[in-house]
């Protein structure tokens, strides 16, 4: 097949890798002309592709990056992987949008659109849809196939991956489920079929909300236990030696990436615009969880104040900029805020994440240093926000003087859990 993927981020690149390894054309597109030189130059951006594999598909001709609309032409099936951040609380689908009319202008008898990107059901058959027919002269579901697959890629997870998760896959009718089928099907090991659009849509926004609610209960667990003086952590292990009707989850400084801070606000926007009503739990995870940042500041002044320490002309050591381990997605990352609160409260703000290579996400007034013994030693406190498997938790504990470990990763007398 010959198959546009239209987005090459975290989902999209993936995706276009693969298809092209499994003996599918491949046209990676993508409006961002930076992104289309450095993978046209054999250069990934993502930890879940290797630039050796980009270069080998580029090599034998499966795989082409391009930012010319032209390049999308003839495609049997296309894929919008983009993305659908928030803005000011309501869903923005330009992105969306925008893929749509493009492939559109291209889209001929028989071809399959899918839509991977997460957003609120019926997006597909009242958005998608409509653009599709308008920009081409077609009527889905007679002329062209349109379906929906959400993505489930978890940066940086070596057991479960693009090929080895199951792909949740749905069409506007039999035929286009059939098609959309068809293709992930030669992609990954498993496909779910489902019976249309809106679940499969629902879908995604479910596993991600269960996420949430469950992460924002033990967030507000742990900082309940720390004010009564209970180690939540050794409950959450005991806890979890339960066989049957409990899954663990644990505390962090906050939640990162579309997936959490994001996806859930979907359904909660789509409930109160159809229905009238407010996701209750949705909104109150948010509040929480947006609100971890601050907490993780909080018990840092406290515990310079109790070292006659103020924030202000303290250098703090902040130990990963990415949202979660071993990966550079620095979308939405905690650490964002907690860097940002503490340099408006006057602090010297250095970071170090050996992963996070691009800046766009980071504060330009926090200074990137390497986790080295010096820039330990040299910190009034060290913050743990990312436990990066290159990181020597040793060193922190040998020479730091204080260390705020919020991922439950260090022991010691200098340091202090979450």
């Known amino acids: 097949m010959r198959v546009v993927i239209a987005g090459q981020g975290y989902v999209g690149l993936p995706l276009a890798v693969r298809a092209a390894q499994v003996g599918h054309s491949v046209v990676g597109f993508d409006v961002d002309e930076d992104r289309i030189k450095r993978l046209a130059a054999g250069e990934s951006y993502v930890e879940d592709v290797s630039s050796a594999e980009l270069q080998e598909i580029l090599a034998s001709g499966a795989y082409q990056a391009s930012s010319d609309p032209r390049s999308c032409a003839g495609f049997d099936i296309a894929v919008i992987s983009v993305p659908t951040p928030l803005r000011d609380g309501t869903p923005d689908l330009s992105y969306i949008e925008a893929s749509a009319r493009l492939l559109g202008r291209y889209l001929r008898p028989g071809a399959t659109v899918a839509l991977e990107s997460t957003t609120y059901p019926g997006t597909t058959i009242d958005l998608v849809g409509p653009i599709l027919e308008e920009q081409s002269g077609l009527i889905a579901g007679t002329d062209f196939h349109l379906g929906y697959s959400p993505e489930r890629i978890d940066p940086g997870n070596r057991e479960y991956n693009l090929v080895t998760t199951p792909k949740v896959v749905s069409g506007i009718d039999e035929a286009s489920l059939a098609k959309v089928r068809e293709f992930y099907g030669s992609v990954v090991e498993t496909t779910v079929p489902v019976s249309d659009t809106k679940v499969a849509e629902l879908t995604k926004l479910i596993e991600n909300t269960f996420r949430h609610v ?18 939540v952590w050794e409950a959450i292990g005991a806890a979890s030696s339960k066989p049957f009707g409990y ?20 359904l909660s926007w789509r409930v109160q615009r159809a229905l009238g009503q407010s996701f209750r739990f949705v909104e109150l995870a948010n509040d929480i969880n947006n609100h971890m940042p601050d907490y993780v500041v909080r018990r840092l002044v406290e515990a310079l104040n109790r070292q006659r320490k103020s924030v202000n002309g303290s250098t703090i050591l902040l130990l990963g900029l990415a949202y979660k381990r071993n990966t550079g997605d620095a979308r939405e990352s905690p650490a964002r805020r907690v860097a940002s609160l503490l340099l408006d409260m006057g602090a010297e703000v250095r970071a170090a994440d050996p992963h996070v290579v691009e800046d766009a996400h980071v504060d330009q007034r926090v200074v990137r240093v390497a986790a080295t013994a010096e820039q330990i030693a040299a910190a009034d406190a060290v913050v743990l926000l990312a436990d990066h498997d290159a990181f020597d938790l040793d060193a922190v504990t040998a020479h730091a003087t204080y260390v705020l470990d919020t991922r439950h990763r260090l022991s010691g007398p200098t340091v202090e859990t979450l």
């Not at 992460?215 to 180690?231: M, P, S």
């Not at 899954?247 to 979907?266: A, E, K, Q």
């Open 247 to 266: 899954m663990r989850f644990v505390p962090g400084p906050g939640v990162g990436g579309h997936c959490l801070p994001i996806d859930p606000s979907y």
């Open 214 to 231: 469950n992460i924002a209960l033990v967030n507000e667990l742990a900082v309940f236990a720390h004010e009564l003086d209970i180690d």
